[in-house]
């Protein structure tokens, strides 16, 4: 177990700057706008489609404005990558956007079909359509301004207006898009944009629980939860909601509704924390098993030599976390960090080009995983990493790295035991009586 | 045999009026502008995307600048129509167009990483990128102009342009389709504007043939035909080239060059009749199935009748052909005429709700195909329907109705005597000989 780290650098999410909102909205509007986003697997087929269709006209004869916001369906996306590896194996980014913004293009399309059929007034509009701006990233694109006037002057119609999520385009014209998940953004960005009473995400499960149901059957829903405690959940694996999303989403204080599309029970409203009601240590516990630790061995202890090796992995998008340097005898130190697991052989390419370590040994463990604890109410009570450690050391769980934020402790285990170690937790912290 | 009718009226081809073509080319460029236009057989899987774009490589190095057009792949777009129709039997038209634009736009992005493979540099654009603007009139929209800028702006970087045909964008942002085999309008809209040197049309056959060599296996390819020519038989059934496409083509005076995308032989030159070397009266035999024969029996013998009856059927998009008239005793009269056998059961339905026909018999006959001639020589030679005539009577095959213009001679028979028509006309007109 490590007691003692010299350095932690924790993956940041970084600010947003300040998002551009144009459009023609001068006064609130006399019914209020709801933004519902639906992600792939809810509207997989053509009864799935037909099913959202009907939630929608429901929103929509309770006197609300609907703006929906869809993801590609089902595994289009993959499908569509798998067609343009078949072609190349290095597909320009600009023409992947240009081809796999055609998946939520089509959603968006046989969604506004459905909702038609149920005669209620519907227009169906691509990222761009939409007014979604964003810079030139291609397939990592971020949101810089909504044109939301399309969007309002539709709502003032009397339609539906169902907007292609994941989707934008930039300043030159081109399309773009937003990276995996993207669509939970493009729905904050449109709710902030048009000061939306709610933004509805409609997932395949009920909400956001205590633990991850299949880890933890004794797993519980959560009620509410603050936008801190849903971003560290979110960035630890939890992956209902994307971190970027919920940052937007605290950035602009719009309120998630994260909740089921298959029932009408209420989910899990992700809001200040202010709002809190309750007073507790810990909400929640995440695991994440894509993870793989590296250890440079011996490398100079310099930090010049730590700037290179970091530079050169974030050169190629290749995200750190867990990083620790533990200094040695003779000027020399041993640098562990962990990645994704499916980055681990770009990233040994990227490290050995590295002058400073190209000769240093180099080990990893792909046999590892990420247990963490989250929570608001641990920042000011260090009694909560203490608990952390002794109830995975009571369940005989090693602990190879550790890393913290105010808001959550996070320990490396061996990955057989991270099922155990979740357990381990959940029961610690009394999750089971979290309502 | 008919031998005499009061009344012909021909489909019509609209004028077009007059494009409008926006662009910055102020002056001609040094290298010449090709346009290649590739339909949706030639990049139907990975295989014949990569051929397609090998041959686009091949045009660049040789020192021209390439605009390409492509159609949706194989048969995605009857697989698009057939998801929609899997939501709704009344799919509304712009959603239509919304969802079946996707198609081109997965085949431009995949033909551009393609040829980004080979190292030719290459941009993908939508129709709307492409600056392709059209009317409003969804799934059968008209291009009113092209804006030419971004393509002239690529073709200046030195990139190869790859464009998605059979789509636009209107003056309200909505996207347009132009209705099946648009792709060749596009092709021909694009060469007009970007004044190019020849529009390349690729097809699976190697040109325009004197039959379909299906139905005449001593049909001969073409070395060029006229645009009037090219119109007739593309309207009358030889579905290489759209009809719309030439009318623009003979409009703008584009050059076409109909050839096979698997060959690299020279097909059929589509151009001004003037050029034309040879002197023939007929140039060709077409041949069309897809048609049925309606009659509807003693109506009143009043203009006022037909005009309702064919404003019904134009009101609903039906194209009717061959109309003919014959007075009768006691002011009524028998109306003959014949539209695609796809739209029979429309025709009846609206042709019922005319009040001053709906009490009469209507007969109709799907058992029927239509025999043309076509040639511009024939325009002042009398000889030539009288000799169509002898041959089809020679070889005993009944005509039922006739129609001409000044380039064609089109008999309505029997729908199990095609071939033989088809081949006895093509012996009549010496075909064989032409070269």
């Keep these: 177990m490590v007691s003692a780290f010299d350095l932690c650098i924790e993956t940041e999410y970084r600010g947003l700057g300040s998002l551009v909102f144009c459009g023609e909205m001068k006064e609130p509007m006399a019914m209020g706008i709801v933004v519902q986003k639906f992600g792939g697997s809810s509207v997989r ?8 269709a009907r939630r929608i006209k429901t929103e929509m004869d ?3 404005k609907v703006v929906v916001v869809v993801s590609a369906q089902g595994r289009t996306t993959d499908e569509l990558m798998r067609k343009a590896r078949a072609v190349t194996s290095r597909p320009p980014q600009r023409e992947m956007d240009m081809l796999l913004a055609t998946g939520e293009q089509m959603s968006v399309a046989l969604l506004a079909m459905a909702v038609d059929a149920l005669g209620c007034p519907v227009v169906s509009l691509t990222g761009a359509q939409g007014g979604i701006f964003t810079d030139h990233r291609h397939m990592k694109a971020k949101i810089q301004s909504v044109h939301s006037g399309r ?27 937003l990276g995996r998940g993207g669509s939970d953004t493009t729905a904050v960005a449109l709710a902030a944009a048009l000061e939306a009473d709610v933004c509805e995400i409609y997932t395949d499960v009920e909400g956001i629980y205590t633990a991850d149901p299949r880890m ?9 939860i603050g936008y801190g405690e849903m971003l560290e959940m979110a960035s630890l694996g939890a992956l209902v909601l994307q971190p970027r999303a919920v940052e937007m989403a605290a950035h602009y204080g719009v309120a998630i509704h994260v909740r089921s599309s298959f029932s009408q029970s209420p989910g899990t409203w992700v809001k200040e924390e202010a709002t809190m009601e309750r007073e507790v240590l810990v909400t929640g516990v995440t695991s994440d098993v894509d993870c793989a630790k590296i250890v440079l061995v011996d490398i100079p202890d310099d ?17 750190v976390d867990m990083i620790i340097q533990t200094s040695k005898e003779q000027h020399t130190t041993d640098l562990t960090f962990t990645v994704a697991e499916a980055d ?36 000011s009570n260090p009694g909560v990493a203490a608990a952390m450690f002794g109830c995975l050391n009571e369940a005989k769980i090693p602990v190879q790295l550790v890393s913290t934020s105010e808001i959550k402790v996070s320990c490396l285990i061996p990955r057989a035991r991270i099922q155990e170690a979740v357990q381990a937790c959940h029961r610690q912290f009394e999750l089971d009586f979290v309502v």
């Design 216 to 224: 933890e059957p004794r797993a519980r829903k959560l009620r509410e």
């Design 62 to 64: 309770g006197g609300s």
């Design 45 to 52: 087929d053509t009864a799935c489609i037909k099913r959202v």
């Design 303 to 319: 930090i010049s030599v730590l700037h290179q090796v970091f530079s050169n992995l974030s050169g190629v998008g290749i995200n």
């Design 151 to 177: 969007i309002a002057q539709e709502l003032d119609s009397g339609r539906v207006v169902i907007v292609a999520g994941f989707q934008g385009i930039s300043d030159r014209d081109d399309i773009t898009t």
């Design 344 to 379: 681990v052989e770009q990233a040994l390419d990227v490290i050995k080009q590295a002058d400073a370590v190209k000769d240093s040994a180099i080990v990893y463990d792909e046999n590892v995983a990420k247990v963490s604890i989250v929570g608001a109410g641990m920042m």
